[in-house]
C-alpha cells in the first residue's frame, strides 16, 4: 500500500478534500486494482471490523460494490435495506444508527434520499464518542463522493494506468450533460474534476440546470479554494449541448431522476434525446478519441443512445463499475485501518 497521511474520519462530501486526498484514493485504489487481477482477490486489511451498509433508498452498484470492497478486505459485512427493517415499525434513524453500533459496527456506509443524513449520524457517532467512521453512499440532490472518486480513478487509470494522479486532467476538457438539478453525483464531481485544473462545462435545459449552479463555489473565499486545489476552479454553464461537447476530452451523461421531478420539466423524452441526449453523430464534436461516462443506472435511448452505451470504443461505463470496487476498498482501506 502507498504510505500515505490520512486524517479523515468520515467521507461526506468533496467541498473541502484537497489535492493531497484525491492523489492518496487514486493510489491506494491503484494498488488494490492490482489486488483484484489476482487469483486470490482478498486481503486481510479489515479483519475484526463491522463495516454496514445502510441504504434507506433503493441502489444496485453502490451497495453491492460497498459489499464486495469490504469482504475483499476480509470485514464482516452487514446489509439493511429499509423496505423489509424495523424501520416500518416506526424506528428512527438514528436509532437504526445506534443498533448497529451496539452490534460493534465500525463503518457505517449510508444512503438516504434526504441529504444531510450521512451528516447527521457522523454527528451524531462524535457526539457519542465512538469511533464510528460515516461514508456517504448518496444523500439526497447533495453529494455522492464515493461516484466521484471512482469516476476521476477511471478517467485517470485511462491516461496512466500506472500512475493515476489528479494533475493528470489539468487542461482537459470535461463536459457533464443531463439532469443536474437532481444530481447529487454532478455535485460531488464539480468539486473534484474542478480540484484537477480541467475546465469543467455543465450543459442541460434551463429547468435541469438553474443559474445558481455558476455561484457553486461564491461560498467558498479564495483563500478556502487554494488550501483544497493549486488550480482556480474552472466551471462553466450552457443551456445548449453543443457548446459543452465542443473539443471535449471526456462526456459525462446523467440520468433523468424522474423520481426527484416534482414538476413537469421536460416537454418530452423524446425532445429531450434529440437537443442533449448523446449519440455517436453529435460526439463528432469532441476530440476524435473523447470517452463517454455515465454513473448509472440508464435510461436507455433517454440520456445516452443505447447503441454508444455498449460501444467499448467509446463507452467507459463497465470500466466505471469495475473501478468502484477498488475505489470504495481504498476509501474503506484509508477510513478504517488503524482503528484495530
Ligand atoms: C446515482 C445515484 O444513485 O446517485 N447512481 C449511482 O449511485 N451509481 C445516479 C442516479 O441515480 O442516476
Known amino acids: 500500500m502507498p504510505s500515505t497521511t490520512w486524517n479523515r474520519h468520515h467521507i461526506l462530501s468533496l467541498t473541502d478534500f484537497t489535492n493531497v486526498e484525491y492523489d492518496a484514493v487514486l493510489q ?84 438516504h434520499r434526504e441529504a444531510g443524513v450521512p451528516n447527521a449520524i457522523a454527528q451524531e457517532m462524535d457526539r457519542l464518542g465512538v469511533k464510528v467512521s460515516v461514508l456517504n453512499a448518496g444523500d439526497g440532490q447533495h453529494e455522492h463522493p464515493s461516484q466521484a472518486l471512482l469516476d476521476l480513478f477511471t478517467i485517470c487509470t485511462l491516461i496512466d494506468p500506472a500512475n493515476p494522479r489528479i494533475e493528470l486532467l489539468k487542461g482537459k476538457k470535461i463536459a457533464i450533460v443531463g439532469d443536474i438539478l437532481h444530481s447529487r453525483v454532478a455535485r460531488s464531481n464539480i468539486w473534484s474534476l474542478t480540484a484537477s485544473g480541467a475546465e469543467v462545462h455543465l450543459a442541460a435545459p434551463p429547468t ?17 479554494i487554494e488550501i483544497t486545489t493549486p488550480y482556480k476552479r474552472q466551471l462553466f454553464l450552457h ?28 416537454p418530452s423524452l423524446r425532445e429531450y434525446h434529440q437537443l442533449f441526449g448523446i449519440t455517436r453523430d453529435k460526439l463528432r464534436l469532441c476530440k476524435p478519441n473523447v470517452k463517454v461516462l455515465h454513473p448509472g ?32 476498498m481504498a476509501l474503506l482501506y484509508l477510513i478504517g485501518s488503524g482503528k484495530v
Open 28 to 111: 491506494t485504489a491503484a494498488s488494490f486494482q492490482e489486488v483484484l487481477s489476482r487469483r486470490t482477490k482478498k486481503v486481510p486489511t479489515l479483519q475484526g471490523q463491522v463495516v454496514a451498509n445502510l441504504f434507506f433508498e433503493p441502489s444496485t452498484r453502490t451497495r453491492s460494490s460497498f459489499e464486495i470492497a469490504a469482504k475483499r478486505l476480509s470485514a464482516d459485512t452487514l446489509n439493511f435495506a429499509a423496505a423489509t427493517s424495523s424501520m416500518t415499525k416506526g424506528e428512527t434513524i438514528l436509532d437504526t444508527a445506534k443498533t448497529y453500533l451496539a452490534m460493534g459496527t465500525d463503518i457505517m456506509v449510508i444512503r
Open 208 to 224: 435541469l440546470l438553474p443559474k445558481l449552479f455558476a455561484e457553486y463555489f461564491s461560498e467558498q473565499t479564495a483563500e478556502e
Open 297 to 328: 443506472p440508464v435510461n436507455r435511448g433517454v440520456e445516452i443512445s443505447s447503441d454508444l452505451m455498449d460501444d467499448p470504443e467509446f463507452s467507459l461505463i463497465q470500466a466505471q463499475v469495475t473501478s468502484g470496487v477498488a475505489v470504495r
Open 239 to 266: 443551456w445548449q449541448l453543443e457548446p459543452a461537447l465542443r473539443d471535449a476530452d471526456f462526456v459525462m451523461t446523467l440520468r433523468l431522476q424522474k423520481e426527484r421531478m416534482t414538476a413537469h420539466l421536460l
